[in-house]
């Protein structure tokens, strides 16, 4: 069986571009051209095409899928690479859902539907409307710190 660029890209569930881009990459190679000039992939393009994508897609980096080679396997050491950056963004993600949640907090404590607070002098005076906001806490838990203000 033989396929165009189009057809692989619509089998693999990607796009044409990305296809492209791994042939830049050396991610893929260029296959065969028929006598119409258009690209005739095989099996075994599609098979690696696949390959690719599902790496890529559980967060390897592209440029540690070109040293594995087309049908390189992964070791235990990118695996855990992989995952320790994957502990990274979720725990970056983690505070910002916790920043996220305290801002929510303090809109529902100090804006009237008429007004919402601006970051400066009124959140500092306003410190102590915010449950559970004692003096000495933390101080990067507070708005302005929060908001860069």
């Known amino acids: 069986m033989a396929w165009s660029t189009r057809e692989l890209a619509e089998l693999a569930g990607t796009t044409v571009n990305t296809i492209r881009h791994y042939?830049?990459?050396g991610l893929?190679?260029?296959?065969?051209r028929r006598a119409s000039r258009f690209k005739e992939y095989s099996?075994?393009?599609?098979?690696c095409l696949l390959h690719v994508r599902r790496l890529a897609e559980r967060g390897v980096p592209l440029s540690q899928i070109v040293a594995l080679g087309p049908h390189g396997a992964l070791t235990p050491e990118v695996?855990?690479?992989?995952?320790?950056?994957?502990?990274?963004?979720i725990e970056r993600l983690q505070k910002?859902?916790?920043d996220i949640a305290f801002l929510l907090r303090w809109e529902?404590?100090?804006?009237?539907p008429t007004h919402v607070a601006?970051?400066?002098?009124?959140?500092?005076?306003?410190?102590?409307?915010?449950?559970?906001?004692?003096?000495?806490?933390?101080?990067s838990?507070?708005?302005?710190?929060i908001l860069g203000g």
């Open 23 to 25: 042939h830049r990459l």
């Open 28 to 32: 893929l190679e260029q296959p065969p």
């Open 43 to 47: 099996a075994d393009d599609l098979v």
């Open 79 to 89: 695996l855990r690479q992989v995952d320790a950056g994957h502990l990274v963004e």
């Open 96 to 98: 910002a859902r916790s």
């Open 108 to 112: 529902t404590h100090t804006a009237s």
């Open 118 to 139: 601006e970051p400066g002098d009124g959140w500092k005076r306003a410190r102590h409307m915010v449950p559970g906001r004692q003096h000495g806490s933390d101080p």
């Open 141 to 145: 838990r507070t708005p302005e710190a």
